[in-house]
């Protein structure tokens, strides 16, 4: 099979229900933010010697293809093959993570500054990517039907990735940045 197909040199993608869209479409642009985001979670990943935190960024990585997938097949009309979508599974996880990682950290009592490790780094900026695709899911769902477990596992990666940057940071005894507000300059 070749890389290229041609098929999209008129600026159209084809959507896994066959139905073609403009490469500018909400739809394309939700799954494509996906993309990269999953792009800076391998980035993080290449840092990361610690294998409780790339066991789990690996399995993520994975759930965010399975998004991508879902995201790429509209439920109107159904598609004629199976789909792999998340399920409640995928919310649970992360929220087992979280809470994995919290017994570990220092209640937060101020905002902290992105940054520390460059993993730690990594992460804070998949967590802005991923609130950028929670925005873009979330006026897709007000424009099409979407799966409600799709929005619910978007906001609870970006609570992973904020606990997860700060538990990288942990791991390398790196202690979090207090937000100054009252900064001298």
Same mark, same amino acid.
């Given at each position: ?21 403009? !490469?500018?479409?909400? #739809?394309?642009?939700? &799954? ?16 990361? !010697?610690?294998?409780? $935190? ?12 399975? $998004? ?5 097949? @509209?439920?109107? @009309? ?9 399920? @409640? ?11 994995? &990682? ?11 500054? @992105? ?16 609130? #950028? ?11 099409? !039907? ?13 609570? &992973? ?8 940071? &942990? $791991?390398?005894?790196?202690?979090? !940045? ?8």
């Amino acid at each position: 099979m070749k890389i290229y197909t041609k098929t999209g040199d008129d600026g159209t993608t084809g959507l896994f229900n066959g139905q073609r869209v403009s !490469k500018s479409h909400l #739809r394309v642009e939700s &799954y494509g933010t996906i993309d990269e985001l999953n792009s800076i979670i391998g980035i993080a990943l290449s840092f990361s !010697k610690y294998e409780i $935190l790339n066991k789990d960024l690996e399995i993520i990585s994975n759930l965010l293809f399975n $998004l991508g997938t879902d995201l790429a097949t @509209p439920i109107e @009309p159904p598609p004629k093959f199976e789909v792999t979508r998340l399920n @409640p599974k995928s919310i649970s996880f992360l929220e087992n993570r979280i809470d994995e &990682y919290e017994k570990h950290l220092q209640p937060l009592k101020n905002f902290i500054l @992105p940054g520390g490790s460059k993993v730690s780094a990594f992460l804070h900026q998949a967590r802005t990517v991923c609130r #950028r695709a929670e925005r873009l899911v979330v006026r897709l769902g007000s424009e099409d !039907k979407i799966r409600n477990d799709t929005i619910i596992f978007i906001n609870r990666l970006s609570d &992973y990735l904020f606990v997860a940057s700060r538990f990288a940071n &942990y $791991l390398e005894k790196i202690e979090d !940045k207090i937000w100054n507000k009252d900064i001298e300059i």
